[in-house]
C-alpha cells in the first residue's frame, strides 16, 4: 500500500481510504443486512461470486460517475466526462459508496437465494 501511496503521489490519502473503504466493505454490509433481514436459503456456492462481482460493479459505476477522481490520481485519460455528466447530470457518489455496494450485494443475494422451507426454519429454531 505504502508503494501505491508513493505512485499517486498525492498528499490527501484519506479519499483514496474512505472511497477504498466504500468498494471493499459493501459485502460485508451486504452480507448482515441480508442474514438479519432475510430467512432465504443461499446457495453456498455462488455467495463469492456475488461478493467479488458487486465491489466490481460499483467500481464501473464509480469510475463512470467521477473520472476526473480517477484521472488525476491514475494520471490517465479515460475521456468519461460526457458520459458521466449524461448518465449522473452532475452528481458525484462520494461516502454512499459503501451504501450502493451493500445494496448490490444485497440484491445479488436475493438471485441466488430461495425461499426456506419449514423445514430449514424447524433446524434454525
Known amino acids: 500500500m505504502v508503494m501505491l501511496f508513493k505512485w499517486m503521489n498525492d498528499k490527501l490519502i484519506i479519499d483514496f481510504i474512505l472511497k477504498f473503504a466504500g468498494i471493499t466493505y459493501g459485502p460485508l454490509l451486504g452480507l448482515f443486512a441480508f442474514g438479519i433481514l432475510t430467512k432465504r436459503k443461499l446457495n453456498p456456492d455462488l455467495i463469492w461470486l456475488v461478493c467479488i462481482t458487486a465491489p ?50 444485497f440484491l445479488g ?17
Open 109 to 125: 443475494l436475493w438471485m441466488i437465494s430461495k425461499p426456506s422451507t419449514e423445514e430449514d426454519q424447524l433446524k434454525a429454531a
Open 56 to 105: 466490481l460493479l460499483l467500481l464501473a459505476v464509480d469510475i463512470i460517475n467521477n473520472p476526473a477522481w480517477y484521472e488525476a490520481k491514475l494520471h490517465i485519460q479515460l475521456g468519461l466526462n460526457d458520459i458521466s455528466q449524461k448518465i449522473f447530470n452532475g452528481y458525484k457518489i462520494g461516502n454512499e459508496l459503501i451504501l450502493i455496494n451493500g445494496i448490490f450485494t
